[in-house]
């Protein structure tokens, strides 16, 4: 015992002179006890090395495995701080941008239509995203690059693996995650400059006018008609900009509704639901995985417009896009003066 105790100072004093990590030491101190124990096994019962190192490996073993034990159990501690720091302590933001900031958004800065207010803009923004799907994965994608400050997305569904084939924000490893904390993932991971705000959820009436209250813009890549309607609906209700898309195999559709700048509302175009027979879901018609990231990437970019105020809209105009014959349409639109929703709100601001 005092043989080994001597070897195990020894070793840990060389460590100090040379300045070695603590774990190079303890890495020292475990590879004396495996030798030791090795010595145990090896020579037989009374040699008289093994008198001096104990007598028994069994002795060894235990001091070996409370050591693992403790160490384990330090790295658990040690994990459960780290993740209560990140929880506790938000990130904080000055009023001006970072030199990386800076770098990052340069290619907008300099745009004549962006500039530094427009980013400014587009930081200080809230755009709440609804699906998380093949809409929704690009526009949040390019939200994030682009730097809009306050993301927020509500999807109550889990990543598939059919989904990876045109749902680009979600990889292979988060099959079986919620879709939100999977985009919440990679989003922050892209750009740690933006909030996002995951709601693993079904959007319904109990929450939706309390959470579109916390967003400037809204956008819909939903994939039922039921939820197309209540976000339609809600978004009138609260006078937000709602940016609304939809995909069928080689066609995609994008518009910008916000009667209280002159345009129809979602249901002044589409105002009754469709049969569920008459229109099939992208499971039953199949889609091109490359469409959603079009469509949804024109999404993030009208956000983006209407954020910092730069261009024209697609208020007032239904773009459709078909990427089978490489055509796009667009199509003018008009509020209806007895539309359900917002009874013909656009008309007046015409």
């Not at 059919?162 to 919620?178: E, F």
């Not at 949804?296 to 261009?311: D, H, N, P, Q, Y």
Request: overall charge neutral.
């Amino acid at each position: 015992m005092i043989m080994v105790g001597t070897m195990a100072i020894t070793l840990w004093v060389i460590g100090w002179v040379m300045k070695a990590p603590y774990a190079v030491r303890w890495n020292m101190m475990a590879m004396l006890l495996v030798g030791v124990m090795m010595i145990h096994v090896i020579l037989p019962d009374g040699h008289p090395l093994r008198m001096a190192t104990g007598g028994d490996a069994r002795l060894w073993a235990i001091f070996l495995g409370f050591g693992v034990l403790v160490w384990g159990y330090s790295k658990f501690l040690g994990g459960l701080r780290s993740r209560v720091k990140q929880k506790e302590e938000p990130v904080t933001r000055s009023d001006s941008f970072s030199p990386t900031e800076l770098d990052r958004y340069a290619r907008h800065i300099i745009l004549r239509e962006v500039g530094g207010p427009g980013q400014k803009a587009l930081r200080d923004a809230k755009v709440l995203v609804v699906g998380a799907g093949g809409l929704g994965a690009p526009a949040l994608e390019y939200l994030a690059a682009a730097g809009v400050g306050t993301i927020g997305v509500i999807d109550d569904d889990v990543v598939e693996n059919a989904n990876l084939q045109r749902q680009v924000i979600h990889l292979d490893r988060n099959i079986g995650m919620p879709k939100v904390h999977s985009a919440a993932e990679a989003m922050a991971a892209q750009n740690p400059f933006v909030t996002v705000r995951p709601y693993a959820r079904r959007l319904d009436t109990s929450i939706a006018t309390d959470l579109f209250a916390d967003y400037d813009v809204i956008l819909d890549g939903s994939d039922n008609f039921e939820t197309r309607h209540l976000v339609n609906q809600t978004a009138v209700a609260s006078g937000k900009p709602l940016i609304a898309a939809a995909l069928t195999q080689w066609e995609g559709q994008i518009s910008v509704y916000d009667p209280a700048n002159g345009t129809p509302c979602y249901a002044c175009v589409f105002p009754e639901i469709p049969d569920p027979s008459l229109v099939p879901s992208c499971a039953e018609a199949g889609v091109i995985g490359p469409l959603p990231g079009v469509i949804g990437s024109m999404m993030a970019v009208e956000t983006v417009k209407l954020i910092v105020r730069a261009g024209e809209s697609l208020g007032g105009r239904l773009l459709i896009y078909d990427a089978l014959y490489a055509q796009t349409r667009v199509i003018a639109v008009k509020p209806v003066a007895d539309c359900k929703v917002c009874h013909g709100k656009g008309l007046s601001m015409t």
